[in-house]
């Protein structure tokens, strides 16, 4: 499948912004099931000043507003072809290891309306059924 994405954010300011500065991260990757075809970002009312890849490999550009602003248009617009992949990925290649990811911390413990929620799902034990399950609980349930 292919998809044209197009996508604005205007900032509009009460005063002129003497100096201001932003990180973007704006551009999808290429990887299992996705292929970006062409992707290109263009600022309004400031300009890129440099971009780099992070560490998940996330392309970042800074931009920086022009002097005396009182509005700001970024545009991200591209192709990217999909491929149905059913939810299944392949293989981990990130640089932090998936285990970090199943740690409960103080802000990602489940509170008593998320075990609420789930408590009807079928067995964690049969995986990709499993997280299905979840995804169209969340869909249907969460606003």
Not at 51 to 68: G, T
Not at 123 to 128: F, I, R
Request: proline content about 4%.
């Amino acid at each position: 499948m292919q998809i044209r994405i197009h996508h604005r954010t205007r900032y509009v300011f009460d005063r002129p912004v003497s100096y201001g500065l932003q990180q973007l991260r704006k551009t999808p990757k290429s990887s299992h099931g996705q292929m970006v075809q062409s992707w290109k970002t263009t600022v309004t009312g400031g300009r890129k000043e440099l971009s780099y890849e992070d560490h998940n490999n996330n392309v970042v550009e800074l931009i920086s507003f022009d002097r005396d602003s009182t509005e700001l248009i970024v545009e991200s617009q591209g192709e990217v072809s999909l491929e149905e992949t059913h939810g299944i990925v392949g293989r981990h290649r990130g640089p932090v290891p998936l285990w970090l990811f199943q740690r409960t911390t103080p802000r990602t413990k489940a509170g008593a309306g998320c075990r609420k929620l789930i408590r009807d799902l079928p067995d964690a034990s049969n995986g990709v059924e499993h997280l299905h399950a979840l995804s169209r609980l969340v869909r249907d349930q969460v606003t």
